[in-house]
């Protein structure tokens, strides 16, 4: 029986679970449905054909995670300071007049970090309440992806984050830079993705570096099938050596499909880190939907 519908609904797919009472996942549906492909704000017909069966017992409990809640989306739910524990964003959680049943669209967090700059996290903090309340607080998360983000968990609550644009980069770079002309597929290098994270390790200025992807190209020390790979390190890289700059890493864990995960757990011995601990994404938000449900006082 159907106790909970909760949504993973991003910028490019949305990701749907049905949970019983006890919140077991009973069934997983998923979608390259997100918030940039639905037009003219049918997001709740959109819903309403992927749910289908899910709904035959009448209206249920619908709670919406990520860039639903964002101004592209149905509807914005604002953000939630640092430091955030999962009651407060529950809380602060939108309803949304809908014939589906009740819904709920989640808020996103974000902190003013100590370099005074402003961030934001949509989605990600539900992946992280089902990291953190599953095995009682990471002390560090990292969300690879188009953004990454460095989250620092203590007591519960989200206290810090930062988000690092190393996908996205790595794409722009790849595809509409000088870089690229000699890169040849994608196809992952061990030794030439290796080669790259050590030296954002040593070298933390990246716009020096990068240019080396296509001088060590011109000169034949990477060859041009391993060349998106040594790029892909520059980036990681650089993005590991900026977030473990104050050294206090402790254990880490890594919220990512298998060849991501795989990249970060290189870079991350590569930096000393050999404490990491890896989740599926779909895991991670099926498991923080649940937690965050359980704080939410539902009308029905």
């Not at 014939?99 to 989640?106: S, V």
């Not at 100590?114 to 599953?134: A, H, K, N, S, Y």
């Not at 254990?251 to 601990?277: F, H, K, M, S, W």
Request: glycine content about 12%.
């Amino acid at each position: 029986m159907t106790t909970l519908i909760g949504g993973d609904w991003g910028t490019s797919n949305l990701r749907l679970f049905r949970f019983d009472a006890g919140g077991a996942v009973l069934e997983t549906r998923e979608a390259a449905r997100g918030v940039l492909a639905v037009t003219d704000g049918g997001f709740e017909a959109e819903l309403a054909t992927l749910l289908g069966d899910w709904l035959d017992s009448g209206r249920a409990r619908i709670l919406l995670s990520g860039m639903i809640g964002s101004r592209q989306g149905w509807r914005e739910a604002p953000y939630v300071a640092c430091p955030a524990d999962a009651a407060a964003i529950a809380l602060q959680s939108l309803a949304v007049a809908s014939a589906l049943g009740e819904i709920r669209i989640l808020p996103g967090v974000q902190v003013e970090r100590g370099d005074g700059c402003l961030d934001v996290m949509r989605g990600e903090e539900t992946q992280i309440f089902g990291v953190t309340m599953r095995d009682g607080g990471a002390q560090l998360v990292v969300t690879p992806g188009t953004h990454s983000k460095w989250v620092r968990v203590k007591g519960g609550r989200i206290v810090d984050f930062a988000t690092y644009m190393t996908g996205e980069l790595y794409a722009l770079l790849k595809t509409h830079s000088i870089l690229g002309r000699l890169i040849e597929g994608d196809a992952h290098d061990d030794a030439a993705f290796a080669a790259g994270v050590q030296r954002a390790l040593d070298e933390p200025a990246l716009s020096k570096l990068l240019f080396s992807a296509r001088s060590e190209g011109l000169f034949g020390r990477i060859a041009p099938t391993a060349l998106s790979a040594y790029l892909s390190g520059l980036l990681v890289g650089a993005e590991v050596q900026a977030a473990l700059r104050d050294g206090s890493a402790g254990r880490v864990t890594v919220i990512a499909t298998p060849q991501l995960a795989r990249n970060y757990l290189a870079a991350l011995a590569l930096a000393g880190i050999d404490d990491v601990e890896v989740m599926d994404g779909a895991q991670a938000s099926a498991a923080g939907l649940w937690q965050l449900a359980t704080a939410i006082p539902w009308a029905m």
